[in-house]
C-alpha cells in the first residue's frame, strides 16, 4: 500500500477543509481512531473494574459467611465443655447412669473438633485473579 503526504504549501493561508491536503485528512483519520480507541479502553477498564468488584463483594461474603460457621461451631464445643464438665462434677453413681450421655457428648465433640479442623483449614486466597488477553482490531484502508 502506498502513503501519500501532500502538504500545501500555496501561501494563501485557505483554510477551507474542502482543499484540505492528504496530510490533513490523515492526521484527523488518525485523530479520531486513537478517540475511538481511548473510548474502547475506557469502556472495557469500567467493565473491567465492574469484575473485580463483584469478585470482591463475592470473596467478603463467602468470608462473612465462614466467620458466621466457625463461630457457631465454637459455641457449640463451648456448649458440650460446659455440660461435660457440669456431668463430670457429680458422683460416681450419676456419672455410671450418665455414660451413655456422656459418650455422645464426647462424640459431638470429637465431630465438632473434626469440623473446626476443616474451617479452619480452608484457604483464603487474598489474591485476585485477573487476566488480561489482547484484542487488536487493525483497519488499513
Known amino acids: 500500500m502506498e502513503q501519500r503526504i501532500v502538504f ?3 501561501g494563501d493561508g485557505n483554510d ?3 482543499s484540505a491536503g492528504t496530510a490533513d485528512l490523515a492526521c484527523q483519520r488518525v485523530r479520531a481512531y ?16 465492574t469484575v473485580v468488584e463483584r ?14 460457621d466457625l463461630a457457631t ?16 462434677k457429680q458422683d460416681d453413681a450419676k ?5 451413655r450421655e456422656i459418650k455422645h457428648m464426647l462424640g ?12 479452619a ?9 485477573i487476566t488480561f488477553t489482547k484484542v487488536c482490531n487493525l483497519e488499513r484502508s
Open 8 to 10: 500545501q504549501a500555496d
Open 95 to 99: 456419672l455410671l447412669v450418665e455414660a
Open 108 to 119: 459431638e465433640v470429637e465431630a465438632q473438633r473434626a469440623q473446626v479442623a476443616e474451617l
Open 73 to 88: 461451631v465454637l459455641a457449640q464445643i463451648a456448649e458440650v465443655c460446659v455440660h461435660s464438665e457440669r456431668v463430670a
Open 34 to 49: 486513537f478517540a475511538s480507541q481511548r473510548e474502547q479502553l475506557k469502556r472495557q477498564e469500567v467493565a473491567a473494574l
Open 55 to 68: 469478585h470482591i463483594r463475592e470473596r467478603l461474603c463467602a468470608i462473612r459467611q465462614h466467620e458466621e
Open 121 to 129: 483449614g480452608a484457604q483464603l486466597d487474598p489474591s485476585i485473579p
Open 16 to 18: 477551507d477543509p474542502s
